[in-house]
């Protein structure tokens, strides 16, 4: 409304913002009100600073608004992914990440379950015919050599806990397995067989 104003005014003089406001002698303009119209000029050019400077701020907060858009947007995918994509990975201290969803695992295999006796310590810990098993306590791709190693575990666990992660349909599940005396043979009442010795 201001610059409406301001612009009347110069437009009453019937003068723009170049016009002199002396005559050829030098002296003020007697055909205009040349007090009037010089405020009117501060006027009309502060306003326009006032404007710029509002726009460029305006400017610089949209461009704020939309790289934290772009920002949040980008967290809240790689969040999402994360979620659905974590592999679940039971460490040794005890510690749990979220399961993976339909998530291909990328860690090797180092035997394969071929048979589960029913009611025996290892169906009861939720292994099943099929299973792979990619970490067993302390073993994992990157130290195993041979099936002995896992009866070596399995002997120095008898009543106690071996936190186990097996591969079934892509997914991998942490489990937890209790050798012990049952009414079948062994102390796990399943076998598992060396993934060399699988046909692929």
């Given at each position: 409304?201001?610059?409406?104003d301001?612009?009347?005014?110069?437009?009453?003089?019937?003068?723009?913002?170049?016009?002199?406001?002396?005559?050829?002698?030098?002296?003020?303009?007697?055909?205009?009100?040349?007090?009037?119209?010089?405020?009117a000029?501060?006027?009309?050019?502060?306003?326009?600073?006032?404007?710029?400077?509002?726009?460029?701020?305006?400017?610089?907060?949209?461009?704020?608004?939309?790289?934290?858009q772009?920002?949040?947007?980008?967290?809240?995918?790689?969040?999402?992914?994360?979620?659905t994509t974590?592999?679940?990975?039971?460490?040794?201290?005890?510690?749990v990440?979220?399961?993976?969803?339909?998530?291909?695992?990328?860690?090797?295999?180092?035997?394969?379950?071929?048979?589960?006796?029913?009611?025996?310590?290892?169906?009861?810990?939720?292994?099943?015919?099929?299973?792979?098993?990619?970490?067993?306590?302390?073993?994992?791709?990157?130290?195993?050599?041979?099936?002995?190693?896992?009866?070596?575990?399995?002997?120095?666990?008898?009543?106690?806990?071996?936190?186990?992660?097996?591969?079934?349909?892509?997914?991998?599940?942490?489990?937890?397995?209790?050798?012990?005396?049952?009414?079948?043979?062994?102390?796990?009442?399943?076998?598992?067989?060396?993934?060399?010795?699988?046909?692929?």
């Open positions: 409304q201001k610059l409406a301001f612009n009347l005014i110069l437009e009453t003089n019937n003068v723009g913002m170049d016009e002199q406001l002396v005559d050829a002698d030098g002296f003020p303009r007697s055909d205009i009100d040349v007090h009037q119209v010089r405020v000029r501060h006027g009309i050019i502060m306003t326009r600073n006032d404007l710029k400077e509002l726009m460029a701020q305006i400017e610089k907060g949209l461009e704020h608004y939309f790289a934290e772009r920002l949040n947007g980008a967290a809240a995918s790689s969040s999402g992914t994360s979620t974590k592999l679940a990975n039971y460490t040794e201290n005890g510690a990440s979220v399961p993976a969803r339909d998530t291909p695992a990328v860690q090797p295999s180092i035997c394969k379950v071929n048979l589960v006796a029913p009611g025996g310590p290892a169906e009861q810990a939720g292994f099943r015919v099929g299973d792979e098993v990619v970490e067993f306590g302390t073993l994992n791709a990157t130290n195993f050599r041979e099936l002995t190693q896992i009866a070596d575990i399995v002997k120095n666990h008898q009543n106690s806990v071996i936190k186990v992660q097996i591969r079934r349909h892509n997914r991998l599940l942490p489990l937890e397995l209790i050798p012990r005396v049952w009414s079948g043979r062994g102390l796990l009442g399943c076998n598992v067989i060396p993934m060399d010795s699988i046909e692929r």
